[in-house]
């Protein structure tokens, strides 16, 4: 067999070797046995404990600076969660003359909050933009109910309600991913009473077919000058 070329070198050289006793099969049965129920209990144990190494040490190190840095926000929050709070009792309301100054504030709240230290978390990052983005320009909206925009009053002030839901989703959606609720609203000023604080009359227009000036409720007189808000007995 030494002279035969490799290519017939296969199967049936195995045929003349003479057969194994019943001792040896068996014991070359019995150490295959020991072999593979070793390998399966080495590979058991090894799994095990990288499974319970690694993921508590993980989560634990991601939420501690995740929370410290939401932490960290809760003044602006909170001071954000107000100024909505008061703008959706202003709007209710139809007070256009403590909404509109309310709305130049919560303009500049969603600035400075987009100008915060970033957070340590992509999407808690992102989540908290987006909502602080949303107040910004419901806040933007608002300015249009003043300033003459030829947009109905109604549609203009959807717009704002729409926008300020969008913030509050994204900021709810924040606070579960962090663990920690939502800020609280403070106390919200009282809204006027007495009518002459409308918020509808950015698209109002005089009698000669120009555009009436707006006062600073967003409503206009029939020529064009601002109204006279002032309580009459």
């Known amino acids: 067999m030494a002279g035969r070329p490799a290519w017939l070198r296969g199967e049936s050289w195995r045929i003349a070797e003479p057969p194994l006793t019943p ?17 399966v209990l080495t590979a058991g144990s090894g799994f095990d404990e990288g499974s319970t190494a690694t993921t508590p040490v993980g989560v634990e190190v991601d939420q501690g600076p995740l929370v410290s840095w939401y932490t960290s926000t809760q003044g602006m929050r909170g001071s954000i969660a107000t100024s909505v709070a008061s703008a959706r009792a202003f709007l209710d309301a139809q007070d ?30 992102r989540l908290f933009t987006s909502g602080a983005g949303h107040y910004e320009a419901a806040a933007r909206t608002c300015a249009q109910l003043f300033d003459g925009t030829q947009i109905p009053a109604a549609q203009l002030q959807a717009q704002v309600r729409a926008a300020l839901a969008d913030g509050d ?17 403070g106390p919200t000023p009282p809204a006027a009473t007495d009518g002459s604080g409308g918020t509808g009359g950015s698209a109002a227009t005089d009698g000669t077919g120009g555009t009436g000036d707006t006062d600073a409720t967003g409503g206009t007189d029939g020529s064009g000058d601002p109204e006279d808000t002032s309580a009459s007995g």
């Open 23 to 39: 001792a040896a099969t068996g014991a070359a049965v019995l150490g295959a046995v020991v072999l593979v129920v070793g390998c």
């Open 96 to 125: 256009g003359a403590s909404l509109r100054p309310l709305c130049i504030q919560l303009a500049a709240e969603g600035q400075q909050a987009g100008g915060l230290t970033p957070g340590p978390d992509q999407e808690a990052q």
């Open 169 to 185: 989703r994204d900021w709810d959606a924040l606070a579960t991913r962090v663990g920690l609720p939502m800020a609280h609203a």
